[in-house]
């Protein structure tokens, strides 16, 4: 049961209580009708067994010829036979049974003077044997009286409340599904508000209750998330703020690296390689600065900017000739895949991808776009020795360098260009994630939505 949700658990308890309720008022029911109408129908059989009785035996006292037409008219229905045991002659009326397959003892209750009934199955149709004793004589009068209506009444009750403790069980999961889910349904729309909170949606809110029971929750949850939101936005204004401030000595130290890079060639020894060092982390600062402004300018940005159709393959394609050095290879599909999104956005993704290929996996090897299911793919594939599946959630969170985490140089980057990636992703209602390349290295997946052609 543990492996079952909630809803499953519920539902299965409450249709077991319901077949084994409904399985005891059938087997109660069952017991008073079956053993009402078998006590109706052997009452009857006996009754008519000693009228029939006292016939016989005043046709045997009188020594009357007519015995066989008497036993014979004796008989009710083609089913029904009449047996007569007399010294050592057995006369037979009606179905012909052999009267071996009657019980010994049956028989002998009768010529011992003891009335006697039993239920038995002869010749494949169910009787009632009741044996009475003839007076005057050591003989007994036996009568077969079929149960055959009776026995198909029992199958057919039978049948029904089987039929109506398994209808009872399926109608007892399903109320418990459909109970579970109106009881759950709070707990749901929790689940999917948590879910978007956690996925960078600091509006989501749950509905007003109208339930006492569910209105503290909801407060609470609402409460919770306003504080996480303006706590967010709060340290969002905060690193834009403090890297606005940056950027003006920011400046001024990159220009003033710029001088001093001019100059390496007269800076010699332990100087000029300090230098180096001084330079490129002037460099890194600089990166890292502008990186903090895009994401503090995203996580402030209440409304999303008007959208646009974007044809994906163009916009890789122009991405790639702005770049310096020698151009990727594009494969896109054709027509390529659209979207709706923010062209800025997605620039900036698809430039932080390959910058990420080209400072820490040598580059890239081929660039694909393609539509999958509904879904717009972008895969850029790299040529690095790919990435450690325990790395592959992690890379995406900022300041998050992977196994580079640490080091310092030129090429170690802030931490915030894959971050960026997730988030403006993320904006267009999309997923991006780290796979194996075929033949080595790393495919980094970025899928988004198809625009309604």
Same mark, same amino acid.
């Given at each position: ?23 005891? $008022?059938? $087997? ?52 029904? *036979? ?9 006369? *037979? ?30 010749? !494949?149709?169910?009787?009632? @044997? ?9 003989? /007994? ?20 409340? $089987?039929?109506? *403790?398994? #209808?009872? +069980? ?47 929750? /909801?407060?609470?949850?609402?409460? *919770? ?14 690193? +834009? ?56 300018? @995203? ?41 709706? !999104? ?31 299911? !509904?879904? @717009? ?31 310092? +140089? ?11 990636? /997730? ?6 209602? !999309? ?9 080595? +290295? ?5 899928? #988004? ?5």
């Amino acid at each position: 049961m543990g492996r079952f949700s909630v809803r499953w658990r519920v539902a299965l308890a409450l249709g077991l209580g319901s077949v084994l309720l409904t399985s005891v $008022v059938a $087997v109660v029911i069952w017991n008073l009708t079956s053993g009402y109408m078998l006590r109706q129908r052997e009452q009857s059989a006996v009754r008519q067994a000693e009228v029939n009785v006292r016939l016989v035996a005043e046709a045997l006292r009188n020594d009357s010829d007519g015995l066989n037409e008497l036993l014979t008219g004796l008989t009710t229905g083609p089913d029904s *036979t009449v047996l007569l045991f007399q010294g050592g002659q057995v006369l *037979t009326s009606g179905r012909q049974v052999d009267a071996r397959a009657l019980p010994r003892r049956l028989v002998d209750l009768g010529r011992a003077g003891t009335p006697a009934s039993q239920r038995l199955v002869v010749d !494949g149709i169910p009787v009632l @044997a009741v044996t009475l004793p003839i007076e005057s004589t050591d003989g /007994a009068y036996v009568e077969l009286a079929p149960l055959v209506q009776l026995d198909r009444t029992f199958r057919f009750l039978s049948g029904l409340l $089987v039929a109506v *403790t398994v #209808i009872s +069980g399926l109608l007892g999961v399903v109320l418990g599904s459909w109970a579970s889910r109106r009881a759950l349904r709070p707990l749901t729309e929790l689940t999917k508000a948590a879910s978007r909170i956690a996925g960078g949606d600091l509006r989501a809110r749950l509905p007003a209750q109208n339930d006492p029971d569910l209105t503290p929750l /909801a407060a609470t949850f609402n409460s *919770t998330a306003d504080a996480l939101e303006q706590r967010v936005r709060r340290d969002a204004r905060f690193a +834009g703020d403090v890297s606005h401030e940056l950027r003006s000595p920011l400046t001024t130290m990159v220009n003033a690296a710029e001088v001093l890079r001019r100059r390496r060639v007269e800076v010699p020894g332990t100087a000029g390689r300090a230098l180096d060092l001084l330079t490129s982390e002037v460099d890194r600062f600089a990166r890292m600065v502008v990186d903090l402004l895009e994401i503090s300018r @995203a996580d402030q940005q209440d409304e999303d900017p008007t959208l646009e159709t974007i044809d994906l393959g163009s916009l890789v394609r122009n991405v790639i000739a702005a770049r310096p050095g020698d151009q990727a290879p594009v494969h896109a599909q054709s027509p390529p895949p659209q979207v709706l !999104g923010d062209r800025r956005r997605l620039d900036r993704a698809v430039s932080n991808l390959l910058d990420n290929a080209e400072r820490h996996a040598g580059g890239v090897v081929r660039v694909t776009v393609f539509s999958c299911e !509904g879904q @717009a793919r972008i895969e850029v594939d790299d040529a690095g020795p790919g990435v450690p599946p325990e790395l592959r959630d992690r890379i995406f969170d900022r300041f998050d360098r992977g196994a580079r985490a640490g080091s310092r +140089g030129g090429d170690t980057g802030s931490g915030l260009g894959l971050a960026l990636v /997730a988030q403006h992703v993320q904006r267009h209602g !999309g997923t991006v994630h780290v796979e194996d390349r075929p033949g080595g +290295g790393a495919r980094f997946v970025v899928e #988004i939505p198809e625009a309604d052609r």
